[in-house]
């Protein structure tokens, strides 16, 4: 009998990861894999000052480009992922605030995107930064009052930015390898910003975008093994065949399936 442990055990998991691979395997797990649930305060660089709950942060000053990384990278296993930042305060009229993914290394004195292995969807030019210091056109900019959004995309290998629940585009279709961080930078004194794992409902429709990526992996996945399942009855069978019908007709050779055709992302 498989043992469910009681919900209250279980890591936070928001409602559009509820049933999904994540969330069916932490219900078992003894060793359930934690998802992003706060800022870490003993991850930030000196000028990020975090409040209520750890849910929200602001620039105390002192400083210029300022960055904070969550408590838990995102897992691969979770397939999707979406955050939101709501921009609470700016006391310019446009916002040098940045939101998006780094690993753990990542230098927190500068912003998402300008270093390896980090992409950042800045809000005063609403350019996407790639491991670099040069930006490419992508999205509007944001300020006080705007809701962004970052999603990564595990099984197609993608990621996106959406601002105020619109999904602007792909701004990427290589994941970096090793564990990634949502990281959120900023760089003017009392720019705030709060942010939001799925304790609330976000702007972006997660849960529809996140069905229909689970619905086609899986997809995927039956038409692989589906095929894989007919190779094998072909090399079980190779015998009768060949002494019944004299012909290499069925081979598997003639049907040769490529793995990545059905592994790949897009």
């Not at 005063?124 to 959004?149: C, L």
């Not at 970096?176 to 709060?194: D, R, S, W």
Request: net charge negative; glycine share 8%.
């Amino acid at each position: 009998m498989t043992n469910i442990k009681n919900d209250k055990s279980l890591p936070f998991i928001p409602q559009y990861l509820r049933d999904s691979p994540l969330d069916i395997y932490n219900k078992t797990a003894n060793t359930p894999i934690s998802l992003p649930t706060k800022f870490n305060k003993n991850d930030r660089a000196r000028c990020v000052q975090v409040m209520d709950k750890e849910l929200i942060i602001r620039h105390a000053g002192g400083g210029t480009s300022s960055s904070i990384r969550t408590d838990h990278p995102i897992p691969r296993n979770a397939g999707v992922y979406y955050f939101e930042i709501n921009l609470l305060n700016d006391i310019l009229n446009y916002s040098p605030a940045s939101v998006g993914l780094a690993r753990k290394r990542f230098y927190l004195e500068r912003h998402p995107g300008w270093e390896i292995k980090s992409i950042g969807y800045h809000g005063d030019d609403g350019m996407i930064y790639y491991e670099s210091g040069h930006g490419s056109s992508y999205g509007p900019p944001f300020a006080t009052g705007d809701t962004v959004g970052c999603c990564i995309n595990y099984c197609d290998q993608k990621i996106f930015f959406t601002k105020n629940g619109v999904n602007l585009g792909i701004a990427c279709k290589k994941i970096f390898a090793g564990k990634l961080y949502p990281v959120i930078g900023m760089h003017t004194y009392l720019t705030q910003i709060e942010i939001n794992f799925g304790a609330k409902p976000f702007k972006f429709d997660i849960e529809h975008y996140a069905k229909s990526v689970f619905t086609k992996a899986m997809l995927q996945q039956y038409k692989f093994f589906t095929i894989r399942e007919s190779e094998k009855y072909l090399e079980d069978n190779d015998e009768f065949v060949e002494s019944d019908y004299e012909t290499d007709e069925y081979e598997t050779d003639e049907y040769p399936v490529d793995e990545d055709e059905f592994l790949e992302s897009d």
